[in-house]
């Protein structure tokens, strides 16, 4: 049953219920939750409530403030700055606005949107593109050669059962 169909059932049966006896109330409110699937006191609670409005309330749907042209350049000076966390992001931007009208000619409305964009906004606006990317982002450290060559490191293939420099057990007991 639809949204606007329970509605216009709740309006229909909603006097009738205010109107009747004890008895009759406990029937109409099985049969309203019977044919809407609401729970038995949501029921209650919206019949026993005020009148319902004549038509039911829409949401309203916001627009987002910042178009694609704006998170197109975030992304790219974001990419290009070495992937910094939101906060870091919102301190360069400034410094790279230079780089970027070098290479993309943007209008002032743009400028000003990105200038203003909050570090949460950033976080959210690049999401998509962080999924895109590697999950290691920040630690790019991979295994290497070159600092294996510069520390020493002690081996002596020669005799069998070489160990790290403890004292060998002799394999007799001492003592007593």
């Given amino acids: 049953m639809s949204h606007q169909a329970k509605w216009e059932y709740l309006s229909a049966i909603y006097r ?10 406990q029937r109409i409110l099985d049969e309203f939750c019977r044919v809407t699937g609401y729970h038995r006191k949501h029921a209650l ?6 009148l319902p ?11 987002p403030p910042y178009g694609p042209e704006v998170i197109r350049v975030l992304a790219a000076i974001w990419e290009a700055a070495g992937f910094p966390w939101s906060l870091r992001l919102k301190a360069l931007l400034p410094l790279w606005l230079p780089w970027v009208r070098k290479r993309v ?4 409305k743009i400028e000003q949107q990105l200038l203003t964009l909050s570090p949460r906004q950033m976080d959210r ?3 998509p593109y962080k999924r895109r990317l590697k999950r290691r982002l920040y630690g790019r450290t991979k295994p290497g050669t070159l600092l ?5 490191i002690k081996t ?3 005799r069998p059962g070489f160990s790290t420099g403890c ?3 002799s394999g007799r007991a001492t003592g007593a």
Avoid: F
């Fill in 16 to 25: 009738r219920y205010r109107q009747a006896s004890r008895i009759e109330k």
């Fill in 45 to 50: 609670r919206r019949l026993n409530g005020p």
């Fill in 53 to 63: 409005s004549p038509q039911p309330i829409r949401r309203r749907h916001r627009v």
């Fill in 105 to 108: 000619t943007l209008s002032a």
């Fill in 125 to 127: 606006r690049l999401h």
């Fill in 148 to 152: 294996k060559h510069d520390i020493p």
């Fill in 156 to 158: 002596d293939h020669a």
């Fill in 167 to 169: 004292p060998r057990p």
